[in-house]
């Protein structure tokens, strides 16, 4: 009888680190994407109407908001920018740690421009309090979804459902387009 699934624990080092990468580029491609689109959207802000009458407080929170998207989508393009360079160079395992940091710091920074955003946006709809309890809350939303519920989620060591997690259908590696151990010395 043939195996019908293989077990992430059945990679190679090799594999595991094209695979982590693989994966790590598709959620850094979907945040880069968004990133991109708000950062766009920050640079027309000076030029449009009514950007004069901002108070000299709002520009500065304007400015952690598109400093914050420019950093976020350096950070979120890094990975790309560097397999270009380090392709073939035996470097996978460490490009993956690397690339992961850069999407944790990435993020944090994507935190800081969507929070500092929203309040100068609300600050110049309603004026008051409401722009610094609504980015208050943005923030720890940000803060517990994004990174301090997967730290407790890390810490306890729980099992979750991600799909890296679920056994996979089997095929040949080649298959797959995961490359073998041999193809794998390349990266």
């Known amino acids: 009888m043939t195996k019908l699934h293989r077990s992430p624990i059945d990679e190679s080092p090799a594999e595991r680190s094209v695979r982590n990468f693989i994966e790590l580029l598709q959620g ?17 802000v000076p030029f449009a109407h009514g950007y004069d009458r901002l108070p000299a407080k709002d520009r500065w929170l304007f400015y952690l908001a598109l400093v914050g998207a420019a950093v976020a989508s350096v950070l979120f393009i890094a990975p790309v920018a560097q ?8 470097r996978k395992e460490a490009l ?53 519920k997967p730290l407790v989620i890390r810490i306890r060591g729980r099992r979750t459902a991600y799909p890296d997690e679920v056994e996979r259908v089997a095929a040949p590696p080649q298959a797959l387009g995961t490359p073998t151990e041999e193809s794998s010395r390349h990266y």
């Open 28 to 44: 850094l491609r979907v945040a880069a994407t968004g990133v991109q689109v708000l950062f766009a959207f920050l640079l027309t």
């Open 83 to 90: 397999h270009r360079i380090l392709f073939r160079q035996g």
């Open 96 to 148: 993956v740690r690397q690339s992961n940091l850069y999407g944790i710091v990435g993020s944090l920074a994507l935190a800081v421009s969507m929070t500092t955003g929203i309040m100068v946006v609300v600050d110049f709809m309603f004026a008051g309090r409401l722009a610094m309890v609504t980015a208050i809350g943005l923030a720890l939303l940000a803060g517990w979804l994004w990174f301090c």
